[in-house]
Nanobody, 114 residues
Framework: QVQLVESGGDLVQPGGSLKLSCAAS????????MSWYRQAPGKERELVAT????????TYADSVKGRFSISKDYTKSTVYLQMNSLKTEDTAMYYC???????WGRGTQVTVSS
């Protein structure tokens, strides 16, 4: 059974940083691309970042490029999203997903506010 559990969301001031984690289980972690999405109230779900299987290549939405970094730890079967220079428009529920398995976590809330 595929399980994805996100953590690390919090209330942070503009300009601050957060690191989200997604603990994965129930599948061969190294064999699948993994992504982070986010959804703000009243808006569509947005792809934030993807890390590929194998080489670990990364892609980012233009809105977060240069500020966010996705990585993974094979020993812990965990994917991370380091978020720096946070802006109020980054406020959203953040979800971890394995696209090929159509698997989603329950999300972790990030709120950027002064």
């Amino acid at each position: 059974q595929v399980q994805l559990v996100e953590s690390g969301g919090d209330l942070v001031q503009p300009g601050g940083s957060l690191k989200l984690s997604c603990a994965a289980s129930g599948f061969t972690f190294r064999a699948y691309h993994m992504s982070w999405y986010r959804q703000a109230p009243g808006k569509e779900r947005e792809l934030v970042a993807t890390i590929t299987a194998g080489t670990g290549g990364t892609t980012y939405a233009d809105s977060v490029k240069g500020r966010f970094s996705i990585s993974k730890d094979y020993t812990k079967s965990t994917v991370y999203l380091q978020m720096n220079s946070l802006k109020t428009e980054d406020t959203a529920m953040y979800y971890c997903t394995v696209p090929r398995l159509s698997a989603w976590g329950r999300g972790t809330q990030v709120t950027v506010s002064s």
